[in-house]
T-cell receptor
Framework: SQQGEEDPQALSIQEGENATMNCSYKTSINNLQWYRQNSGRGLVHLILIRSNEREKHSGRLRVTLDTSKKSSSLLITASRAADTASYFCATDPGGSYIPTFGRGTSLIVHP | DTAVSQTPKYLVTQMGNDKSIKCEQNLGHDTMYWYKQDSKKFLKIMFS???????INETVPNRFSPKSPDKAHLNLHINSLELGDSAVYFCASSRITYEQYFGPGTRLTVT
């Protein structure tokens, strides 16, 4: 299986609600990144968190990293219909500089 | 002023043909990548070039070959196309270990 795996695979919420998605990985990392992919488009970088950081914010996004549990979460607060997309986490297992992506969480935000 | 561009956007071809996908980045990045995204959205890295040298070569068939004429370009050549090669191919670039910038993707359909 992949280094990074997102959970849930799919998430459907109403506008205004918060969306939380998780990423688990297997080996040690230097950093973990989250990306968004809108339908039919390339991935867009959202946020990078380093292994010595525990939490990071960017606008309505909050990312946490728990290296003891080898997991990360992405929280989108006050979601909007425009947040509808797939969200991927990417890690560099063992600091190898080989970016490894999970299968993504498909988020649908209903207006 | 597109950061990472790919051509063509769509490519429909028959089994056995040879085709190329071009990628260019104007960000001055030193590393470029090729990814394959299958119908289940699994994003798999295929190749990475750093300063014109291959630093990653995943277990992809040798029918696939990356060609980098200079630091701003990384083209993907595919020989003897097979049905299973149908997917969306993404080019990306980065300064190594930092966030990646993705192109819009090339949807390849092999009939």
């Amino acid at each position: 299986s992949q280094q990074g795996e997102e959970d849930p695979q799919a998430l459907s919420i109403q506008e205004g609600e918060n969306a939380t998605m998780n990423c688990s990985y297997k080996t040690s990392i230097n950093n973990l990144q989250w990306y968004r992919q809108n339908s039919g488009r390339g991935l867009v970088h959202l946020i990078l968190i380093r292994s010595n950081e525990r939490e990071k914010h960017s606008g309505r996004l909050r990312v946490t990293l728990d290296t003891s549990k080898k997991s990360s979460s992405l929280l989108i607060t006050a979601s909007r219909a425009a947040d509808t997309a797939s969200y991927f986490c990417a890690t560099d297992p063992g600091g190898s500089y080989i970016p490894t992506f999970g299968r993504g969480t498909s988020l649908i935000v209903h207006p | 002023d597109t950061a990472v561009s790919q051509t063509p956007k769509y490519l429909v071809t028959q089994m056995g043909n040879d085709k190329s996908i071009k990628c260019e980045q104007n960000l001055g990045h030193d590393t470029m990548y090729w990814y394959k995204q299958d119908s289940k959205k699994f994003l798999k890295i295929m190749f990475s070039y750093n300063n014109k040298e291959l630093i990653i070569n995943e277990t992809v068939p040798n029918r696939f070959s990356p060609k980098s004429p200079d630091k701003a370009h990384l083209n993907l050549h595919i020989n003897s196309l097979e049905l299973g090669d149908s997917a969306v191919y993404f080019c990306a670039s980065s300064r190594i270990t930092y966030e990646q910038y993705f192109g819009p993707g090339t949807r390849l359909t092999v009939t």
